[in-house]
């Protein structure tokens, strides 16, 4: 079994890049400070600020960002929760997505993660940082170099340079985002120019955590939420999605509502649709 050290050491964004063989310590964020995302000069040579990176427009109404558990996030995840959350087929989809759109030697930022990693075993990258609620099932995830615990939906920043990371993943989370708005700018932020943003989503969630537009919404739905996400920050490129759905027997089986609360609480195996919205910032790299 994974364990923190006692006394581990603290990272910082401008440490060496060579990594360490031992279990994932927390992250130190440095202080701070927002910058411009881009510049470009003027005719007079005077700097002009780019709007890359602004927010557009909300996309969820005050009412949509609701939960049914009101309570702090961190209250709730506050113990281990050392289980899949989906299944075997969902998580062989995505990392060969994984494994299609990470180049070797990527710095990658693992946002809302757990105990489990989903990157493919034999890739070899120069930094993985996660994020999460719980520091314990972090702790235990065999790819995280580092790991940092924050309540996204407390505070939306993300105490990283602009432009330090290749790619950065979200998994099976995006549903309890109650600002993604805000989170997705800071994505985009925080990403290289020509680096990918993964989100990855089926239908299982944690009913009273979920945001009411999630919630009350259709599988279609939920993928143009998603993309409407990306669209709200300028500068992410056209999004991409990716689709894998159960064969036919398995969709008819799935319209009985006893059905779906069996697989919603985990209790009855079948496939779990799989769902994956890609976008770039600025630009799609050639070698993609």
């Known amino acids: 079994m994974l364990s923190v050290p006692q006394n ?16 994932p310590v927390p ?4 202080n701070f400070q927002p910058t411009k995302i881009s510049n470009t000069l003027n005719d007079n040579n005077e700097t002009k600020e780019s709007s890359a990176g602004r927010i557009k427009r909300d996309v ?9 558990n009101s309570y702090p996030d961190r209250e709730f995840y506050g113990y281990p929760r050392l289980v899949t959350h989906v299944d075997d087929g969902f998580i062989s989809t995505l990392t060969d997505i994984y494994r299609q759109r990470f180049r070797p030697g990527s710095e990658i930022l693992d946002l809302m993660s757990s105990w489990v990693s989903h990157l493919p075993k ?25 790991f940092f615990v924050k309540d996204l939906n407390q505070d939306q920043r993300l105490e990283f340079e602009d432009g330090s990371f290749d790619a950065v993943l979200c998994t099976v989370s995006v549903q309890y985002l109650q600002h993604p708005e805000k989170v997705f700018a800071e994505v985009f932020r925080v990403l290289k120019p020509g680096g990918v943003f993964i989100v990855s989503f089926s239908n299982r969630m944690f009913y009273e955590k979920a945001i009411s537009a999630w919630r009350d919404g259709t599988a279609y739905s939920r993928v143009q939420l998603v993309v409407q996400y990306f669209q709200s920050v300028e500068g992410f490129t056209q999004p ?46 050639l070698y993609e």
């Open 122 to 146: 034999e890739a070899k990258y120069k930094r993985v940082v996660g994020h999460g609620l719980n520091a314990q099932e972090l702790a235990k995830n065999p790819r995280l170099d580092y």
């Open 27 to 30: 992250y130190t964020p440095r």
């Open 60 to 68: 969820l109404t005050k009412e949509g960002r609701t939960k049914l």
């Open 240 to 285: 991409e999605i990716v689709r894998k759905l159960p064969g036919a027997g398995a969709v008819e089986e799935q319209k009985s509502p006893f059905t779906w609360i069996m697989r919603l609480l985990g209790l009855l195996s079948g496939s779990d649709p799989f769902y994956a919205i890609i976008a770039y910032k600025n630009f799609k790299p």
């Open 8 to 23: 581990p050491k603290s990272w910082h964004p401008s440490s060496p890049t060579s990594l360490p063989t031992r279990s």
